[in-house]
Every structure is written in C-alpha cells, then in structure tokens.
C-alpha cells in the first residue's frame, strides 16, 4: 500500500508507516470477523439440519462477538480518519472495512435467526418443512459459505477478479430459493399442520439468500478499493440498478 506521504521527512515516514501497520492491523481483524461469521452460518445450518440444539445455542453465544468486533473495526476506522486524513488508495480502504463488518454482521443477524429456528427444532416444532428442503437447504449453505469466503480472500488479498467471482454465482443461489419456495408451497397446501414451521422453513430459505447479497456487498467493496469505481449500482454489461 502506497505511503501517505513523502518520506523525505522522518517524522512524515514514520507517520505513514504508523498509518500503513495499523490499517494492516484494521483488515485483518476484518478478515478475522469474516472466518466467525462464516462459521457461524455453517454451525447454524449444521444445526438446523441435524436437529443439534448444543450446536444452535453455541452459534447463539457467539453472536456477542460478531457484535464486538463491528464496534471495535468502526471505532478505528473512525480514528485512523480523523488522525491521519488519509487519501485515495487508502482512504478507500478504510471506508470499505468499516463498511463490510456492517455486511458481516448483518450476516451474523441471520445465522442466529437460523440458529434459533434449530432451536426449536430441536424442541419438537414439526420437521417436515425442513426434512422437505434439505438439499436445497444444503446447497445454498454451500453457496452462501462459498460466496462469503471468497469475498473475505479477495479482501485479504486485494483481489478484484475474486471478487467479481462473487457475484457471478448469485444467480445459482436465486435459483435454489424460488425452487425451494415451490416445494414447501406444495407441502403447505398439502397439510396445513406444517404451516408455521413452514414459514419459519421460509425464513431460513430467505436468511441465505440474504447472506449471498451480504457476500456480493463484500465483494463489491473490495472492487471499490482494488479500482475506486463503485458498482453497487451497476448490473453486468453496466447497466444501473433501479
């Protein structure tokens, strides 16, 4: 990463380098936030498949720490601006981390929905919704994870054709969702008994897809630094979202 500025100055060297090590330090406790939230979407669904109450309530106590460290990120992104006034590359940077820890709690948010979801489960809500969509449920937990840890490699590495990875697999997620609301809409009008456990099937359904658009904002914020061009408005083929 480029200096801030020149180094003919000692004092202005040793002030970029103090800059440069702590906006290193700032990503990888980013990175770091990243590993947790995506282990905890995997626990959750995990749980949620395997009726593991023990593995639901640990995604449950964990989510204090996801919370910590949007707050500890944002608090130094905040003090490396108002220190140091950093400018292009760099700037950008520090926008960006601030930005993707809220995506990445937000995705911590949807795992504890899930995990909670399991909960019950475990409690003896009714299984069949659930049972119903397994493989849809597995293979967008598997997109979702996938998507998620590319997203935090291309931050880790500054790689923009990583993340502009990401978003091409959004479609396939899309997919599994509509295909997976046409099965449990089938069983709802089959037997209405699995009606609330078919909206709480629902909302897990949602909460992964939701967590593939937090992983596509990821990688769209690595693309701003990586290029300085914005393209959380823009379609393929560059085309502007409505």
């Known amino acids: 990463m480029k200096s801030l500025t020149s180094t003919s100055d000692p004092a202005e060297g040793h002030t970029a380098k103090v800059f440069d090590a702590a906006l290193s330090e700032l990503?990888?406790?980013v990175v770091m936030m990243g590993g947790l939230a995506i282990d905890q979407v995997s626990a959750a669904m995990r749980a949620l498949l395997d009726g593991d109450a023990a593995l639901a309530?640990?995604?449950?106590?964990r989510?204090?720490?996801?919370n910590e460290f949007e707050r500890d990120v944002d608090r130094e992104a905040f003090r490396l601006i108002a220190l140091h006034q950093p400018v292009a590359s760099d700037l950008r940077m520090t926008l960006a981390v601030s930005r993707i820890t809220v995506e990445l709690e937000r995705v911590g948010d949807e795992a504890k929905k899930i995990?909670?979801?399991a909960a019950r489960l475990a409690m003896g809500e009714p299984t069949g919704p659930v049972l119903a969509v397994a493989r849809y449920l597995r293979h967008m937990a598997d997109l979702t994870a996938g998507m998620l840890r590319e997203a935090v490699r291309a931050l880790d590495e500054a790689d923009a054709g990583l993340a502009r990875g990401?978003?091409?697999?959004d479609s396939e997620l899309d997919a599994e969702f509509a295909a997976a609301l046409?099965?449990?809409?089938?069983?709802?009008?089959?037997?209405?008994r699995f009606f609330s456990a078919t909206i709480d099937t629902v909302f897990a359904l949602k909460g992964l897809e939701r967590i593939g658009d937090h992983a596509k904002n990821i990688a769209e914020q690595v693309q701003f630094v990586t290029s300085g061009e914005d393209v959380r408005y823009r379609k393929q083929g560059g085309a502007v979202n409505e």
């Open 63 to 66: 989510e204090s720490r996801i």
């Open 57 to 61: 309530q640990l995604v449950l106590a």
């Open 166 to 169: 990401v978003a091409g697999r």
């Open 182 to 192: 046409r099965q449990l809409l089938t069983l709802a009008m089959q037997d209405q």
């Open 115 to 117: 995990a909670k979801f």
């Open 27 to 29: 990503r990888l406790h």
